[in-house]
């Protein structure tokens, strides 16, 4: 049997990163797709918000799939399946919240389109930390 590509991605944890933007993302505008064991975050934003995609496309490394592509006016992209995504689709919205940092947080309030934060706000050490560059 043919070994998938994305198999052995499935074992690897996301870092404390890539789980802040995942956080921050399903509090937001992200979505879970996919039934048991194929389940995947969906992230779609208006075109003129691209490079934010791009930074969360660029944050989530190898959990990301494909590259964000237009769908319908709007810049997507899915990650791979992963067993997190299966643990946190049976979470309360309470219980995300409990589990969020600053990060996610900040992620969470620029899908709402409460926060707009940019790269030129943060110290050189910070900057790849930036929503907007």
Avoid: C
């Amino acid at each position: 049997m043919p070994h998938h590509p994305h198999a052995s991605l499935r074992r690897l944890s996301p870092d404390p990163v890539q789980f802040q933007v995942i956080l921050g993302s399903l509090l937001g505008d992200g979505r879970i797709v996919g039934g048991p064991f194929d389940r995947r975050l969906r992230i779609a934003h208006r075109n003129d918000r691209a490079s934010y995609v791009w930074w969360k496309y660029d944050r989530l490394g190898a959990l990301a799939d494909e590259a964000p592509a237009d769908r319908d006016g709007r810049l997507s992209f899915t990650t791979i399946a992963h067993p997190l995504f299966d643990d946190l689709s049976t979470l309360s919205r309470k219980r995300l919240v409990e589990l969020i940092a600053p990060l996610g947080l900040a992620v969470w309030m620029t899908d709402v389109g409460r926060l707009e934060l940019r790269a030129d706000a943060f110290l050189p050490a910070q900057r790849h930390f930036a929503l907007v560059s």
